[in-house]
C-alpha cells in the first residue's frame, strides 16, 4: 500500500511538472490560405466546410480547444497536425506544382466522400465539422471531379462539349493579345 502510494505521488510530480512543457503552436496568419482560396475560389459553403473542418489540422493556424493546455493531449494534438500539414497544408498551396494541387483536390474529395476526413477523434469533440450529405456534395461538385461524383450518387455523368461561340486560347502580355 504504502509504495503504491509513492508510485502515485511521483505519477502526480511527473504530471505537473510536465505542464512546464509543450509543443509550440500552430499560430501562423489566418490569411496564408488565402492563396489557395483566390486560386480556386469556393462557394461560401465550402468555405465554411473547410473553416469548420478541415484548416485546424491543415492549415498554419490552429483554432486551439482548451484542453490543449494539458501535457500530454497537446502533444497528441500536435502530432496530429504535423502529420496533417505533412499530407496537405493549405497555407503552402502556392508553393505546390499543378500537379500536386490535383492530386491533393482528388484526395480532398476522396477524404470527405468516405468520411474519413475529419479525423473521428476531432468530429467527438467538434460537433459542427461532422459533415452533412449535402455539405459533401457541395465540397464535391466545386472542387471535384465531376465522373467520381456522378458515380458516388448513382447516376450517370452527361458530358456536353456543345458551345454558341467558338472557343480560342492564346496569350496576354503587355496589353496584347495573341491567339494560337
Ligand atoms: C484533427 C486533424 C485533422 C482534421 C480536422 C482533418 N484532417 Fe485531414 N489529415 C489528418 C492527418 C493526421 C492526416 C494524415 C494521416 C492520414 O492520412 O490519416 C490527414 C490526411 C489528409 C489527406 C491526405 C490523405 C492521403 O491519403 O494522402 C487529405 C486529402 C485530407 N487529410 C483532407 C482533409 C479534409 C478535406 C478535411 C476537412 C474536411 C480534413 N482533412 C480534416 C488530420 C486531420
Not at 479525423?119 to 465540397?139: C, E, F, G, M, N
Request: negative net charge.
Amino acid at each position: 500500500m504504502k509504495i503504491l502510494k509513492k508510485i502515485l505521488i511521483l505519477l502526480l510530480a511527473v504530471f505537473v511538472i510536465a505542464q512546464f512543457f509543450g509543443p509550440d503552436k500552430n499560430k501562423g496568419e489566418v490569411a496564408s490560405v488565402n492563396a489557395f482560396m483566390e486560386e480556386t475560389n469556393p462557394p461560401d459553403e465550402v468555405i465554411m466546410v473547410l473553416k469548420q473542418a478541415c484548416f485546424d489540422c491543415h492549415s498554419d493556424f490552429t483554432r486551439y480547444p482548451w484542453y490543449n493546455k494539458i501535457t500530454p493531449v497537446n502533444y497528441w494534438l500536435d502530432g496530429h497536425i504535423d502529420h496533417a500539414k505533412g499530407e496537405l497544408n493549405f497555407s503552402k498551396w502556392s508553393s505546390y506544382s499543378i500537379k500536386r494541387k490535383d492530386h491533393k483536390m482528388e484526395e480532398v474529395i476522396e477524404m470527405v466522400e468516405k468520411k474519413e476526413m475529419p479525423l473521428p477523434s476531432y468530429t467527438w469533440t467538434h460537433k459542427d465539422a461532422i459533415l452533412t450529405d449535402v455539405q459533401i456534395i457541395a465540397l464535391s461538385a466545386t472542387i471535384g471531379n465531376p465522373k467520381e461524383l456522378s458515380k458516388w450518387l448513382g447516376g450517370e455523368l452527361v458530358e456536353d462539349n456543345w458551345r454558341p461561340v467558338k472557343l480560342k486560347s492564346g496569350t496576354y502580355m503587355d496589353g496584347k493579345l495573341d491567339f494560337v
